[in-house]
């Protein structure tokens, strides 16, 4: 062990506490997607009002003014039929002013008013009239609400905000069906299923392509379950059979059989990683309740190592792990002790706030460098997946008075967690 450096800490972060931490990003993107849509249409519904309010603007005003023309137009025929008569005349501009709110007022040839008018409010605007005279036409004002034009805007954005709130959700359902999807994926929920919609070809034809996905996949993993479960008898049955046939050998051939058997024992402990990779893999884990104490001193009898080199607190700690794959993981930290640290020293177990600590202490030179247990080949990064895979860690730093430490921890079962 002296041969490997400090992991750097205590890692935390279990199984089911990333699926939620990966479950409240995922919400997030998919209300991020919501908001975009809606931000997206409310531009496009300012844009939109500022060009239909500009043009309706200008429209306006241009027919207003070819209004206005006709109104003159009329006012002035009307009087020239009846300039002659002064009684006709002055009924006339009282009934424009009644009717079309045209003030009028009379000049002759000279200038002299011959019918005066109101003062004007509007826009006066003089008319000569053949030789006869001129007509002083006081044309009502264009009013135009520039309130009740604004009002009418923003109520017809508010309208249609809202009705681009409710399409952005409409639109964004199918990502967030297949975002939640992908959740339970990931959290190994195979037999999770999409929904297609009848009403949506194109998110009904994604639906059934995940589905028939998952239905492959969740076939695989059982299929390699199922193999990695036949493997494991049928790599063990051999190994078995020649450990008793070099049993059987004479003692003439000790040094032979002596070789055979260490040779048998690390093909015992290579089947054993490989086994362990491969559940790990498929996360084929199966936690209960164990006896720490006791998986320790089954680690150190596999080593060959006398238990007075174990260590258990009082009263003895439960955990809650996988016994072949954590009995794995104690192995290999002993048989790391004793190869590259000089032989152990120590294993204690031990509970703590966060766990159950596995530290085994060797006699070796300690740390030599800033490496990690994944570059070392030792078997320590499949103790490191173990213990990650537990929702606990591999720390590994220097001891005092020479050697190193490696403590294993191992969390608290937590997949019954509701959040």
């Given at each position: ?7 750097g ?78 009684l ?16 009028v ?102 639906a ?113 792990a ?9 192995a ?8 590259h640290?000089?032989?152990l ?75």
């Amino acid at each position: 062990m002296g041969r490997f450096a400090s992991h750097g800490g205590h890692h935390r972060a279990g199984c089911e506490r990333g699926q939620r931490h990966r479950r409240r990003h995922h919400r997030r993107r998919r209300k991020g997607l919501q908001r975009r849509l809606f931000r997206w249409f409310v531009a496009a519904i300012l844009l939109t009002s500022a060009a239909v309010g500009g043009v309706l603007w200008l429209v306006g005003d241009s027919s207003w003014a070819r209004h206005r023309t006709k109104l003159e137009n009329l006012a002035v025929r009307r009087i020239e039929r009846v300039w002659d008569d002064p009684l006709e005349r002055a009924v006339m501009v009282r009934d424009l002013e009644e009717t079309l709110g045209i003030g009028v007022e009379l000049r002759d040839r000279d200038g002299a008013v011959l019918f005066p008018a109101e003062p004007c409010d509007g826009h006066p605007h003089a008319v000569t009239l053949a030789e006869r005279g001129q007509a002083v036409l006081c044309m009502p004002a264009h009013e135009v609400s520039v309130w009740r034009f604004v009002l009418s805007v923003l109520v017809a954005m508010v309208v249609l905000m809202a009705l681009s709130g409710a399409l952005a959700r409409r639109l964004g359902r199918p990502f967030r069906e297949l975002a939640a999807f992908a959740d339970r994926l990931g959290d190994g929920e195979l037999d999770a299923r999409l929904e297609p919609r009848r009403r949506d070809p194109e998110a009904a034809l994604l639906a059934r392509t995940l589905n028939q996905m998952a239905e492959r996949i969740g076939k695989q993993l059982a299929d390699q379950k199922q193999l990695l479960a036949e493997a494991s008898h049928e790599l063990r049955t051999p190994l078995g059979h020649a450990r008793i046939l070099v049993e059987m050998l004479p003692d003439a051939e000790a040094e032979t059989r002596a070789e055979l058997e260490a040779e048998l024992e690390e093909m015992d402990r290579l089947v054993g990683r490989l086994l362990a990779r491969s559940r790990l893999d498929f996360e084929a884990l199966e936690r209960r309740p164990l006896d720490a104490g006791e998986l320790a001193r089954q680690a150190l009898e596999r080593a060959g190592i006398a238990a007075d080199r174990l260590e258990v607190a009082s009263p003895a700690p439960t955990v809650d792990a996988d016994p072949t794959l954590l009995l794995r993981a104690l192995a290999n930290l002993v048989e790391n002790a004793e190869r590259h640290g000089a032989g152990l020293d120590r294993l204690t177990v031990a509970p703590s706030e966060d766990g159950v600590r596995f530290t085994v202490a060797d006699r070796g030179p300690g740390p030599t460098g800033p490496t990690t247990a994944g570059g070392l080949g030792l078997g320590l990064p499949l103790v490191e997946r173990i213990a990650e895979a537990h929702g606990g860690s591999l720390a590994l730093r220097p001891r005092e008075g020479g050697g190193a430490l490696a403590t294993l921890l191992i969390a608290p079962d937590e997949t019954d967690f509701v959040e």
